[in-house]
């Protein structure tokens, strides 16, 4: 309950914050930028203030910090209570009928990955899960200050860990680790369909546009579908449910699939695994939906945005770039496209640019402090995903339009249809979105070029599926109306067209996605803490919050980190390199440790670590992994901590004295 009440405080003190600032947006508009703002805003001062607590030397600054949080939102909600009348919550029937069917929905998703008693996880979900409760345990459970990465010990965190580090503080206040990430996550999502369905309203006043990009947004254009169908040799057996409602895996999986192009990407995979994703895409949205309420000409005079609003926007946009680093980068790119095309005034925007920059590049210097790092190495690199693509050769410049046929089906040519239709505002904001095409085919972000460049055309999809949505609303109102032939309206032919074109452009809009679905239904689940659970209780109540352990590398779930604390270096292989560290020298020093002649060498190896414990289990004993690993050490030679459940832990001081007890830093 403690937990609940919080999050309730939290989200009034932002429903206060965004009614001051922002009164004439509509009530859902409202409501769902007061999650992000209080994720936002609260993460940062109970980051801020447990930091402060550290310093100070207080025992459990994660409690301090939350408690600082909880009276900074409390004195928001007392100061601003006036504000929050009745009128404030009240929304029509209808769209409160579609807010309440998109939670629903939401926390249906975001159950399947995540959840259970024992926890389980989903396939698909299965690797990153790992990563970020073994991030978000490290506040929860351990004493993470200041940030490292928790399967790199020693050197500053080059990941933006902004929501885990969220999701560590509702544990820490007694939410089970699944509702710490589920809850926001579930509230993320029905903030996202409701401020894309709210957008749909604000340019065209349209529900039913606004439905078909909600519904776009959930689902999958892209024509994976066609993988589905040639599995099975007649439409018949394709069509039987037998085959599609056992559905277990995703049709596409590129670029993780040899001789693929479908992506990934496009499901709600990267949802499901980066929750952190969800989050800044609601944030972000609702930034994006203030800008264009105050930029883009309508019906409505425009209203010019005001300082303090201005300020506020830019805060909360760059606040959140350590919940998503890479998809703020690429909003404010179409930040800035936005003012340019709307020509927007420089003294009525300078307020938000500079307060984006002030909150935002810090953090880009912070968290990649001490070389590369996923939110800081920026490259050129053309065509993203398109194969051996090059400037020069006119095949490549096919090759892309293939690739993004394929990856988006009807949706791309509906988006053309769009763009010829609509007014001259509505080309104009096309216009600023497609700089994220531009910007997502042009460069990259870090090593992994599609698994961290997925977020730029992420946002990019869920904002052109509104000219998708819209186009398909006016195909089918066109067609129904009659079409004119030669001073005659041919309205039987037209509606028999649109009887027909209209539900088959809908189903291939979302065909692949439905397929999806099942797939999130069926997908196989292991258990997260499954047998380490003795362990993991072990060094939580054992040992010190910022103990350091060493294991083998390789392995996502590594057991010190689901207890919260910290390795020399683990997690899936590819990870921490991936994230800029030099992995190299620590692999080294590992298989030096476990392959020592004897605990003189194996001491030796460890000085300079910072490391308290070695972990002997089924990782460290396979042969393929330390095929010259010393037995007589592990058991022998160094003493026991504690053993049990087929891994035992062995106590570095108390083998080696000092030796091992020496911190180090990135060796």
Not at 370 to 376: M, Q
Request: charged share 15%; glycine share 10%.
């Amino acid at each position: 309950m403690t937990a609940i009440a919080y999050l309730v405080l939290s989200w009034l003190a932002a429903a206060v914050v965004v009614q001051r600032l922002f009164p004439a947006l509509p009530a859902p508009v409202r409501l769902a930028g007061a999650f992000g703002v209080s994720i936002a805003g609260t993460a940062w001062v109970t980051f801020g203030a447990a930091m402060l607590a550290h310093v100070l030397g207080t025992p459990d600054p994660t409690s301090d910090g939350l408690l600082a949080a909880a009276a900074v939102n409390a004195a928001v909600l007392v100061t601003g209570r006036r504000l929050l009348t009745p009128e404030v919550f009240r929304i029509p029937l209808r769209p409160l009928a579609g807010m309440l069917a998109a939670l629903a929905a939401s926390g249906w998703v975001v159950q399947q990955r995540l959840g259970g008693d024992p926890l389980e996880v989903s396939t698909n979900a299965w690797g990153d899960t790992a990563l970020h409760i073994g991030i978000a345990r490290s506040f929860s459970q351990g004493d993470n200050y200041p940030p490292q990465l928790p399967i790199f010990s020693g050197d500053g965190i080059r990941y933006h860990f902004g929501f885990d580090f969220y999701a560590g503080t509702l544990e820490k206040l007694g939410l089970p680790i699944d509702w710490a990430f589920n809850v926001p996550a579930t509230l993320g999502f029905t903030a996202i369909v409701v401020l894309v369905a709210s957008l749909a309203w604000h340019l065209w006043r349209s529900a039913w546009v606004g439905v078909v990009a909600a519904v776009l947004f959930l689902t999958n254009g892209s024509l994976a579908f066609l993988r589905y169908a040639a599995r099975y040799p007649t439409l018949g057996e394709a069509l039987s449910p037998s085959n599609w409602w056992h559905l277990d895996r995703y049709l596409a999986i590129a670029p993780y699939q040899n001789d693929e192009v479908i992506s990934i990407f496009w499901t709600l995979n990267p949802y499901l695994t980066q929750t952190h994703l969800i989050v800044g895409m609601a944030i972000v949205l609702f930034v994006i939906h203030v800008l264009v309420w105050h930029l883009r000409p309508g019906e409505e005079e425009r209203v010019p945005i005001g300082r303090a609003q201005a300020v506020a926007l830019g805060v909360l946009a760059g606040a959140s770039f350590w919940i998503n680093g890479i998809l703020v980068a690429a909003a404010a790119v179409l930040f800035g496209a936005l003012l340019v095309v709307y020509r927007g005034s420089a003294r009525e925007w300078w307020p938000f640019v500079a307060a984006l920059g002030v909150t935002a590049l810090p953090q880009a210097v912070w968290l990649g402090a001490g070389g590369a790092s996923e939110t800081s190495s920026v490259r050129i690199h053309w065509g993203y995903l398109v194969p051996d693509f090059r400037l020069d050769d006119p095949q490549s410049y096919l090759d892309l339009v293939v690739y993004w046929w394929l990856n988006l089906g009807v949706i791309g040519p509906l988006v053309v249809l769009a763009a010829v239709v609509v007014g001259w505002a509505d080309r104009t904001l096309l216009a600023a979105i497609m700089t994220l095409f531009l910007v997502g085919n042009v460069v990259a972000f870090g090593e992994d070029v599609g698994g961290h460049g997925h977020k730029v055309f992420n946002l990019w999809e869920t904002l052109v599926n509104l000219y998708a949505a819209y186009a398909l609303v006016w195909l089918a109102r066109r067609l129904w109306n009659g079409i004119t032939l030669r001073g005659r309206i041919l309205r039987v032919p037209s509606r028999v067209a649109a009887a027909v074109a209209v539900p088959v452009l809908a189903v291939l809009m979302v065909l692949s996605g439905l397929l999806d679905v099942m797939t999130l239904k069926n997908d196989p689940r292991y258990e997260v803490f499954g047998d380490n659970r003795s362990a993991i209780a072990w060094i939580e109540k054992s040992t010190r919050s910022d103990a350091v352990f060493l294991t083998a590398y390789g392995d996502p779930y590594t057991v010190p980190t689901l207890a919260g604390r910290r390795v020399y270096l683990g997690g899936f292989t590819g990870w921490a390199a991936g994230f800029g560290y030099d992995t190299a020298p620590r692999e080294a020093t590992i298989q030096a440790v476990y392959s020592a002649p004897d605990r003189a060498g194996a001491c030796a190896a460890l000085g300079g670590t910072g490391v308290d414990y070695v972990q002997v289990g089924s990782g460290e004993t396979e042969a393929t992994r330390f095929p010259r690993r010393n037995p007589s050490l592990f058991p022998g030679e160094f003493v026991t901590a504690w053993s049990g459940s087929g891994v035992t832990y062995y106590d570095v001081a108390a083998s080696c004295g000092s030796a091992g007890q020496q911190t180090g830093g990135s060796s």
